[in-house]
């Protein structure tokens, strides 16, 4: 064989090794991601039950009857009279 055709020979070896590194490394890299993405789904789920959840106790939380309970038991409010309401006129 002549050097050229064993310069040409290396020349392939050398390119087929290192597509076969950069199939590898692809490939690892690709499971890293995929990796990734599924905990980032997983994070992005608890926050939306998270979400759904604090809604919910929002909704409890400000309902009138719970308002209304606070104010009459917590704060000692009441429906104001008809001798204790002051009309104020509108201009």
């Not at 590898?24 to 599924?38: C, I, P």
């Not at 919910?56 to 400000?62: H, K, Q």
């Amino acid at each position: 064989m002549s050097t050229r055709s064993l310069l040409a020979l290396a020349a392939l070896w050398v390119a087929a090794i290192a597509s076969a590194l950069a199939v590898v490394y692809s490939t690892q890299r690709n499971r890293e991601l995929t990796a990734e993405l599924g905990r980032a789904q997983k994070a992005r789920d608890e926050l939306r039950y998270e979400q759904e959840r604090l809604l919910l106790e929002r909704g409890a939380w400000s309902a009138y009857s719970r308002v209304e309970k606070v104010a009459r038991e917590g704060l000692k409010m009441h429906m104001p009279s008809p001798s204790e309401q002051v009309l104020v006129p509108a201009e």
